[in-house]
């Protein structure tokens, strides 16, 4: 049986909180070493008090998922689309597709994706954006595996370092 097999994604709970922030911060080190500052990376730790609060507070919309094998080794994370220039009421955003570098190319990241884009309402929301950094290539050919392209929008993240980040977008029913 492979991995992948061993796996079930099921919603996030409070105390997943630890698990996710530790996952995502080692996800964060490992794929974005070079695109984001070191300084940042150093020292960022997945924001566990912030994870806690996000499953605490969820907005009407909002899903959190986690893949588990025994342990918790993927998150991700969708609400209704912020941006200014998209509707909340048709366009969803996946914010957060994260796995733990032990289980990169495992198809961990793929289900996760897939089970969030599959709860999706149809008949409500019409298309999904994410946002990524622009020199990831790994990421953007995992998000492009799943129908996602650049639609034109780009910002940067100073935070980061700063980051030159991309949206991506796809139809809900691709």
């Known amino acids: 049986m492979s991995r992948v097999e061993q796996m079930w994604i099921r919603p996030a709970v409070p105390d997943d909180a630890e698990a996710i ?36 507070t969820m907005s009407p919309g909002a899903v959190q998922l986690v893949a588990e094998d025994g342990i918790v080794v993927g998150w991700s994370m969708g609400h209704p689309c912020e941006d200014e220039d998209c509707d909340p009421n048709t366009v969803y955003e996946a914010r957060s597709c994260y796995v733990a570098p032990t289980h990169w190319r495992s198809g961990t990241g793929r289900r996760l994706m897939q089970h969030l884009l599959a709860g999706l309402d ?21 998000y492009a595996t799943l129908g996602f392209k650049p639609d034109g929008k780009t910002a940067v993240m100073d935070r980061l370092g700063p980051v030159p980040i991309v949206r991506l977008r796809r139809p809900v029913e691709a």
Do not use: C, H, I, M
């Open 21 to 56: 922030a530790e996952l995502n911060a080692a996800a964060w080190k490992s794929a974005f070493a070079g695109v984001v500052s070191d300084e940042y990376l150093s020292s960022y730790d997945g924001a566990p008090q912030r994870r806690r609060e996000d499953l605490l």
């Open 122 to 142: 149809r008949y409500r929301w019409q298309e999904v954006v994410l946002w990524t950094p622009r020199d990831t290539t790994p990421t953007r050919a995992f």
